[in-house]
């Protein structure tokens, strides 16, 4: 019965959308979110994200798991696993440590599938705390780092470790 009701609680969750929207739209957390329509804009989402084979985005998405069939414009940042599923056209940039891309679907633009390394940027997005403050920690040694040149880099996985510690508030 319990594993019934925590079925049907994450089915609940599902958001549907069969419109036309423009602008920015943001889940802080996790959603089951399907779109079918048109989108332009930015889209952060945690979770399952589906874009379907009638959608058009336009868009900056960032996601945990994106699944694609439909026709994507842009750059795509997902922390889990980006699937292209046929007949999807994604054009533009990804960044993903798994990628899937099924026969059929089409793909033009750059990926980026380093061990999971994250930029200042990314890891601004991924903690949800400002910029200025990654660069303060990376530089005084109270977040797990590495230079690259002139950059700051950060693996997933240590920075994870370091937030389950209890180092991040």
């Known amino acids: 019965m319990a594993l019934r009701d925590r ?15 423009q602008g920015s739209l943001c889940f802080k957390d996790p959603v089951n979110l399907r779109i079918n329509g048109k989108f332009e804009g930015v889209l952060e989402t945690r979770g399952n994200l589906t874009i379907s084979d ?11 798991n994106i699944t694609i069939s439909g026709h994507v414009k842009g750059e795509i940042l ?11 056209l994604v054009e533009g940039t990804i960044k993903t440590s798994k990628l899937v891309i099924a026969e ?4 033009e633009g750059t990926c980026h ?5 994250l930029t200042v940027e990314d890891l601004a997005k ?3 705390v400002d910029s ?38």
């Not at 009638?54 to 945990?64: C, H």
């Not at 059929?104 to 793909?107: I, L, N, P, T």
């Open 113 to 117: 599938m380093l061990e999971d390394v």
């Open 7 to 21: 079925r049907h609680n994450q089915e609940e969750k599902v958001l549907d959308v069969d419109a036309s929207m």
């Open 54 to 64: 009638t959608a058009l985005v336009i868009a900056r998405i960032i996601g945990d």
């Open 104 to 107: 059929g679907a089409k793909f």
């Open 132 to 169: 200025n403050s990654i660069l303060d920690w990376a530089s005084s040694g109270k977040v797990p780092a590495y230079k690259d040149g002139d950059r700051w880099k950060f693996q997933r996985t240590k920075i994870d470790e370091w937030v389950a510690s209890g180092a991040i508030k």
């Open 126 to 128: 991924y903690l949800e």
């Open 78 to 88: 997902a922390k889990d696993k980006i699937s292209l599923l046929s007949p999807a």
